[in-house]
């Protein structure tokens, strides 16, 4: 059977995102053969449009959720930073009437030079997330003290309020609320955010009468994501409970912010239906508010992966075919799922996987085995079945490219960007893909293939 059949027979194909021409490849219309022989492999690729394509969906997606259900609120978009810090990530989404959510003292690093380029100003909205050290909370009361108002520091613990003590004016704070943990994680509660049960006596005690603090923002962050699941509904019942029960003594309580996001695609097997998830959400939290006869809240959203996971992409070239025993045939990747898609190897992420040419060739079962000497560094499971098939490599002179899509998110961060890498394998080339204004495609070289003096001057040689 020819690798295109076998497609054709067991998805819907083409997709939106992905077609074939002259047997080869294309993402978002991007001619993936010509960058991969322009350029070479490894390749990384960032598709920026994509970034505003997806904002965009969203912001539609709840603006049409308000509307239908006559909510008073408003939505605001976030960004998590977390997901990809490149300045090229950040400029594409802010173009696009985004807010910003940090993770770390470091990000605020990010958030002064963005202020100092102009690209954003001390209006943004700028959520700082996580368990804080004291140069991130120093950091925070920094840029309070600059001017930065809505700067929201969301307190992770009840400890933490205290370390705001020299912010000179008055500054809002938001609070985590610790959720359960799905029923099959290690531990029945997240180690992140405050307990339900502490969290009225804390702002009576402590924030209520507190000279300069005021209470803004309720976060609810659920670490599957936001899915159709009876866990998800209950989780944000509950909290959406709590925020009513808050908000009768605490009126300048009048947001929340819904954490976790939207899922990516990682199978051409994907059915998700975003605008029935949006508009439960927002149906419920009205709702809940109505019955509690309490006004419903402005509705803010921190979406990191699905702002940047579907625009990214990686490309191997087969160096060999190694046949180990009757039935398992390995491909030889000139990279590393260890190094270069982490994910893969950590935690068991799946992402797409097509051939980039040679669609018309007849396809067979193989494994995908990275280059370093560690047996872990494979891939043979797709999310959607149990076996991975390519193209038959006939010819020595055949050479076959396999592609790995929606990689955007995390990749680079967990695979050390630009340090060590697993066995000193280098970090790919990296390359930007855009459309100018006639929407012909543009590319760029960001980032080289990472050399061995740059690995030894790390290594102190």
């Known amino acids: 059977m020819r690798y295109i059949d076998l497609i054709d027979q067991t998805f819907h ?33 960032s598709y920026l449009p994509k970034i505003s394509q997806q904002i965009q969906k969203a912001q539609q997606l709840f603006a049409n959720a308000l509307l239908k259900n006559k909510y008073e609120g408003t939505y605001t978009y976030c960004y998590c930073t977390k997901s990809s810090h490149f300045k090229f990530i950040l400029d594409e989404v802010l173009k696009n009437n985004v807010q910003l959510e940090t993770s770390s003292a470091y990000d605020l690093a990010i958030v002064r030079k963005l202020y100092e380029n102009g690209e954003i100003t001390k209006d943004h909205y700028i959520l700082s997330n996580g368990f804080k050290k004291p140069t991130y909370t120093q950091n925070i009361v920094n840029l309070l003290n600059d001017g930065f108002h809505n700067l929201i520091p969301i307190l992770d613990n009840m400890n933490e309020l205290s370390a705001y003590d020299s912010v000179e004016g008055s500054f809002q704070i938001g609070l985590r609320v610790a959720t359960d943990e799905k029923p099959e994680f290690s531990f029945y509660t ?45 989780e944000l019942n509950r909290f959406i409970y709590k925020y009513c029960e808050l908000k009768k003594i605490c009126p300048e309580l009048d947001t929340i912010d819904i954490g976790g ?94 051939p980039i040419n040679h669609w018309d060739s007849e396809c067979h079962k193989v494994n995908l085995g990275g280059m370093t000497c ?88």
């Open 13 to 45: 194909f083409p997709t939106e995102v992905f077609k074939v021409e002259e047997n080869e490849l294309t993402f978002n219309d991007v001619p993936l053969m010509a960058l991969a022989e322009k350029y070479g492999t490894p390749l990384k690729i």
């Open 190 to 234: 997240s180690r992140l955010g405050i307990r339900y049960n502490d969290i009225n006596d804390f702002y009576k005690d402590k924030i209520k009468d507190h000279p300069k603090a005021k209470l803004k923002m309720l976060h609810f962050f659920i670490n599957s994501g936001v899915k159709d699941t009876a866990y998800y509904w209950s």
């Open 261 to 354: 996001g939207l899922p990516i695609q990682t199978s051409l097997h994907f059915d998700y239906n975003f605008e029935h998830m949006i508009n439960e959400i927002v149906k419920i939290i009205k709702y809940v508010c109505d019955k509690n006869f309490v006004p419903v809240p402005h509705l803010f959203t921190e979406f990191g992966s699905f702002t940047v996971g579907e625009s990214g992409a990686i490309i191997f070239s087969v160096q060999d075919q190694k046949l180990q025993n009757e039935r398992e045939l390995w491909y030889m990747i000139d990279g590393s799922f260890i190094t270069h898609l982490p994910d893969t190897w950590g935690t068991g992420q799946k992402f797409i996987m097509l």
């Open 374 to 461: 560690d047996s872990d560094d494979y891939y043979n499971t797709e999310a959607y079945t149990i076996n991975i098939y390519l193209p038959k490599i006939e010819e020595k002179e055949k050479k076959q490219y396999v592609g790995f899509f929606h990689t955007g998110a995390y990749q680079d961060s967990l695979g050390g960007y630009g340090g060590l890498q697993h066995c000193l394998i280098p970090m790919a080339r990296h390359v930007i893909v855009n459309r100018n204004e006639s929407g012909e495609f543009t590319s760029f070289e960001f980032n080289h293939e990472q050399t061995s003096e740059e690995m030894l001057k790390i290594l102190g040689f």
